[in-house]
């Protein structure tokens, strides 16, 4: 076992043992091979370095209850960067490629996949990138697909501890017909603006709108948006986010608990009526939200404050959805979704 301070891992970069890479090349993919070095050679003409013609995926795998090692929905993540690649027309690998090489880079660094007692857990990062070099703008003929891996903790503070975020009126993250609904590289740099601007003003997360008419909202920088109001599971359908896996995974859970799910439209006037309000993705599962704010500029001085439940407690009901999730995850309760992949 490495030897770390596995309750604080906090969310940030550290070596493993092994990364993996499959190259492709003349229309095929070519054998998955495992690096001890994590830096990789490649082309200063590569399109990903000038036309950041690159796509990634975030999952997590999880030592559990009972020793067993689970590896969370891969084929969803798989079949999400197929569909990122794809629309920047280059190879994406097989559902088969990605779960081997997810299940593969987590046996290569088993001693970094973080203790149960810890809840901590294990963040992979499949990468794939345009690496033919290239000057004219069109879709790489060469990629090179990277699975990464690193032990990981709470993302921001300790886990469910709640936020104060603001909402973006004069930065968008994503286009009208954009790619926001897809994992680029390209997303995150379009959101670090507003996200440095918020941050120094001391909010932690940015709340995004939809960037065609700034009316209803989107979703946060790197997590959707939930809310919840009397038994209602209420998330924003939008062209312009990303589909969430966690989301996905909780519109189930809600059901599940009979609660009703409402995807649609959420108008920002709505937000005076929500009792609990989250951001959700796979580096925290659920992050209450205390406080939003709406300011005509980030920059402007003027507020218009919502609050929810209490700022140093997650609320009732997302709190229970959050605990079925990583009880699932852990192995603590049964996982009747057939949701987890088990690394023998
Ligand atoms: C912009 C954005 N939205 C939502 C999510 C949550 O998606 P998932 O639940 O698949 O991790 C992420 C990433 O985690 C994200 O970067």
Redesign the pocket.
């Known amino acids: 076992m490495a030897n770390f301070d596995w309750n604080n891992l906090g969310f940030s970069y550290r070596k493993t043992n092994t990364i993996l890479s499959c190259s492709y090349k003349d229309g095929q993919w070519g054998p998955v091979e495992s690096h001890t070095d994590d830096n990789i050679k490649l082309s200063a003409f590569a399109g990903a370095l000038h036309y950041s013609i690159e796509c990634f995926e975030?999952?997590k795998a999880f030592r559990g209850a009972d020793g067993k090692v689970r590896i969370f929905r891969p084929d969803?993540?798989a079949a999400?960067l197929q569909r990122s690649a794809a629309f920047m027309g280059i190879a994406a690998p097989s559902t088969e490629l990605f779960i081997e090489m997810c299940v593969r880079v987590v046996k290569e660094n088993i001693d970094f996949l973080p203790p149960y007692e810890s809840q901590a857990s294990m963040y992979l990062r499949p990468t794939l990138i345009g690496s033919n070099p290239q000057l004219g703008v069109k879709s790489s003929t060469e990629c090179l697909f990277l699975m990464l891996c690193a032990p990981v903790g709470a993302y921001t503070g300790g886990n469910l501890q709640p936020s104060c975020t603001v909402i973006s009126r004069d930065y968008d993250?994503a286009a009208p017909n954009g790619t926001g609904n897809l994992?680029l590289g390209s997303?995150?740099a379009a959101s670090l603006y507003s996200y440095n601007l918020a941050h120094k003003l001391g909010y932690e997360a940015v709340l995004y709108l939809d960037p065609l008419t700034h009316t209803c909202i989107d979703?946060?920088?790197?997590?959707?948006f939930f809310a919840i109001r009397d038994n209602s599971y209420i998330t924003p359908k939008s062209d312009t986010?990303?589909?969430?896996?966690?989301?996905?995974s909780l519109e189930a859970v809600a059901k599940e608990l009979g609660m009703t799910v409402e995807r649609r439209k959420v108008p920002v006037e709505e937000l005076s009526t929500f009792e609990e309000v989250g951001e959700?993705?796979?580096?925290v599962v659920i992050t209450p939200v205390y406080r939003i704010d709406d300011k005509p500029a980030l920059e402007s001085g003027e507020v218009t404050t919502y609050s929810f439940g209490q700022k140093d407690r997650c609320g009732e009901k997302s709190l229970k959805l959050y605990k079925t999730i990583r009880g699932i995850q852990y192995g603590e309760i049964e996982d009747p979704f057939g949701w987890c992949m088990f690394v023998e």
Do not use: Q
């Open positions: 975030g999952l969803e993540n999400r993250r994992k997303n995150y979703e946060f920088g790197s997590s959707n986010i990303l589909p969430s896996i966690t989301n996905k959700c993705g796979t580096a």
